[in-house]
């Protein structure tokens, strides 16, 4: 046993003020800190609190003879700096005591130090004579543990497709010729439904387990393969043979069901038209009813009522095609059509036209083309006829007879697609933060001594700060769709606008923040980003589409918010104004309750990680962005402007709140799921992570959380220190977090990210 003259309790603290002091710049709020942990230190003597206090003095600094005493007895203690502790610079104090003490008890003092000031291996290694172990991630938590917290009830389908991915044909590979590109892709799609995973959604008597969310977690999976596989199986799969299954009857599945689940009928969702984007009520495309041939003619009227951007176009056999019917003379609003499109020998069927879309940002793996019909019959049999029939006798006939009913009913059975995509914009950003972590857990840059190695981009704060809030996101957004597509899939709830709604919120947040978590990927991975070959530049051609197709985000903004004004009870539009008022009126006092300053400025810990304040503040903002949201609309119309333009003047504001519903949303779905979790030390890990996320989104929206007199000043500044403390704190765990996303190692390919 070495000696030192110091006590266990006084020499605990050493190696942190020495530290502290090394920079000759203590500052108030480093003194306030350790300061109040040494009041709440009750270990100590009252003389070794006197005795640290005492080096606690910008007037009277510890002496250049006393600090190199410091770092004298830290040197030749021997003991090494593991970076990897959960607490590195506390558990090196206590290894430092044992060197010289026989009882050198934990001391949760210098933890706090430690956390509340964001001290960082790279602060001090360079300080101290001593061996580093470089070990660039703890093994506190267990990666394989988390994987199974998330993979919950799907683990079994989602382990047996994972392993599946390792087949050869799933090989990622960079592609230089779209044609070849896209065949490769084709194969893979086939390759996959011949496994049966084509027909998972689908009722088991079309081959398939009836098993929508295990079909939700292979989009995810898929995004570790490639972009262009993920979307051109679900254009087969999910929209084509999606629409046959949830827009067609018994008839239509036992024609066609299987084959569109084995691929063995190639298959695309023809929807979206050239001069009519995400307003679908309003294509032009028709659909005219011939009594005298008992057949439905297809038809686009003009140059730009052609269907555009149609992923699976070129491959295609069939499509399903949304058209305007039209029986006898009167329009019955859209429906979806079966529309052969090619011969036995793939040569275009009379009246069909089809184009290339040609080279794209990305997913250039998919076949995306422009098609036009000219006169097109196609035998009444043809309709999709769920929601919507043509009798025998030439009639129209629906049980739903409200049009608009009828439409959003029709729309509303795709919702899956919608959170298929929010899924794969997720995978993608998984891989993204996945690859940049572990470049940042073995990239090296910069020191302030060139006798020493250079520090891990990883435990710069800085650093930390890009990609830990992201990863928070990641978790919460991935237990966010879990619970909708339960609620989709939920048979019991036959009404699916509420689901709609939150929907179109999750999906609009979600694709966006991957494509923000994609970029600042790539920027942390620096150069090594910008290559092919490390897949980040890949996801982000192919990720970005996401934001646009399956509904472009602003526009289902506005639908998230048009729910939230009518509480889900009615449709909104023109007609529908006035109820929509009613309902606000009833559910809305005309007066908010005003915020104390007291609690605007509350600061201490136990209430900013309390998830009762992150839950009162985005329930806040949402009332009060709905309150103010509908006043401002019934003022124009007081003031005699029509419903319509009034909408348009508070646009802005109306995506507002259609973000600040859904970020409520996505918390508080986490916050449930998070309470149910049974393990308390991965409870305790997923409850900061949820912090994270809420104060992360408090800060990034401090803008309005100050202008509303939510937040006060102090508490601004108090929430984006905590951000970066806790930035720190997981900085230890950062490795495993990423590794629990479950991406196998067969799909890692980056050569950055070995």
């Known amino acids: 046993m070495q000696k030192t003259h110091y006590t266990a309790g006084i020499l605990q603290y050493i190696p942190v003020f020495y530290v502290i002091w090394s920079d000759n710049l203590v500052t108030a709020s480093e003194l306030n800190v350790v300061q109040k942990a040494l009041s709440e230190d009750k270990s100590l003597s009252k003389d070794e609190k006197k005795q640290l206090e005492s080096w606690l003095n910008p007037k009277n600094p510890p002496s250049d003879n006393e600090l190199k005493n410091w770092n004298h007895i830290v040197s030749n203690s021997d003991v090494k700096l593991v970076e990897s502790e959960t607490y590195p610079l506390a558990a090196f104090s206590q290894k430092v005591v044992c060197t010289y003490h026989e009882v050198c008890p934990f001391n949760d003092s210098l933890k ?128 084509f043979g999606g629409s046959i299954q949830k827009l067609g009857t018994k008839k239509h599945h036992d024609l066609y069901l299987s084959d569109a689940g084995s691929s063995k009928l190639l298959g695309c969702f023809a929807m979206t038209e050239t001069g009519h984007g995400s307003n679908v009520r309003g294509i032009k495309t028709t659909a005219t009813y011939d009594k005298n041939t008992d057949s439905i003619i297809i038809h686009t009227p003009g140059k730009n009522d052609n269907k555009e951007y149609i992923g699976n176009a070129l491959h295609s056999k069939m499509a399903s095609v949304f058209a305007q019917l039209i029986v006898d003379g009167k329009n019955e609003g859209v429906h979806a059509i079966l529309v052969p499109l090619r011969d036995e020998n793939h040569n275009e069927l009379p009246g069909i036209t089809v184009e290339d879309n040609g080279y794209k940002l990305g997913l250039n793996g998919v076949d995306n083309g422009k098609i036009w019909f000219n006169q097109v019959s196609v035998p009444r049999e043809n309709l999709l006829n769920k929601y919507g029939n043509i009798k025998p006798d030439g009639s129209y006939h629906s049980d739903i007879k409200n049009p608009n009913k009828r439409f959003f009913t029709m729309l509303g059975t795709l919702v899956g697609g ?94 966006w923040y991957a494509n923000e978590t994609i970029q600042e990927c790539r920027e942390a991975c620096g150069g090594k980003g910008y290559l092919i070959e490390n897949r980040i530049a890949d996801l982000k051609g192919d990720v970005d589409i996401f934001t646009t197709f399956e509904g472009d985000n602003t526009v289902l903004l506005q639908l998230a918010a048009k729910g939230v004004l009518s509480d889900f009870k009615s449709e909104f539009n023109s007609a529908g104004f006035t109820s929509v008022l009613k309902i606000l009126g009833i559910q809305i006092s005309d007066k908010l309750t005003t915020i104390n300053p007291v609690y605007a400025n509350k600061v201490d810990k136990d209430h900013l990680y309390n998830p009762k304040f992150h839950k009162h503040a985005f329930n806040y903002r949402t009332r009060r962005l709905t309150y103010t949201l509908a006043m401002r609309i019934r003022g124009y119309i007081k003031k005699g402007v029509p419903s319509y333009q009034a909408f348009m003047k508070v646009q802005t504001h109306i995506l507002a709140l259609g973000k600040a519903y859904s970020c409520e949303l996505a918390y508080n779905t986490y916050c449930e799921y998070v309470e149910n979790i049974d393990d308390a030390k991965n409870k305790a890990l997923f409850i900061k992570l949820g912090t994270l996320f809420a104060l992360q989104e408090i800060r990034t929206d401090a803008e309005w959380f100050l202008e509303q007199g939510y937040l006060g000043g102090t508490k601004s500044k108090a929430i984006r220190q905590r951000v970066e403390r806790l930035c720190t704190e997981l900085r230890p765990h950062i490795g495993v977090l990423v590794d629990g996303f479950g991406i196998p190692e067969h799909c890692m390919s980056a050569p950055i990210a070995q």
Not at 154 to 173: E, S
Not at 429 to 437: D, F, G
Not at 441 to 461: A, C, G, H, T, W
Not at 487 to 492: A, G, L, N, R, V
Request: hydrophobic share 40%; net charge neutral.
């Open 112 to 239: 706090d130090i430690e956390v509340n000031l964001g001290i960082q291996p790279n602060h001090y290694n360079h300080l101290f004579d001593v061996e580093v172990i470089q070990k660039s991630t703890s093994d506190f938590y267990d990666a394989s543990e988390i994987d199974i917290i998330l993979k919950g009830k799907h683990a079994k389908v989602v382990d047996g497709f994972r392993a599946d991915l390792k087949d050869p044909i799933f090989k990622w590979d960079v592609h230089r010729n779209k044609e070849e590109f896209r065949e490769v892709v084709l194969n893979q799609v086939k390759t996959l439904a011949s496994k049966g995973y084509g027909a998972m959604a689908y009722p088991k008597e079309y081959g398939g387990k009836n098993d929508m969310e295990g079909y939700a977690y292979m989009f995810e999976n898929m995004m570790y393969v490639d972009g262009s596989l993920t979307i051109k199986f679900g254009v087969q799969v999910g929209l």
């Open 418 to 511: 919608r959170i298929c995509v929010a899924r794969a914009g997720l995978g993608g950003a998984k891989m993204a933060l996945a690859v940049a972590v572990k470049h940042a857990l073995k990239r090296r840059q910069f020191n302030d001594s060139i006798k020493v190695q250079e520090d891990l981009l990883m435990d710069y704060p800085s650093h930390q700060l890009r990609l830990t809030p992201l990863i928070a996101s990641a978790y919460v957004y991935h237990f966010s769709l879990d619970k909708m597509m339960s609620i989709y899939c939920d048979e019991s709830q036959p009404d699916k606008r509420k689901v709609e709604t939150q929907v179109a919120g999750l999906k609009s947040i979600i694709t």
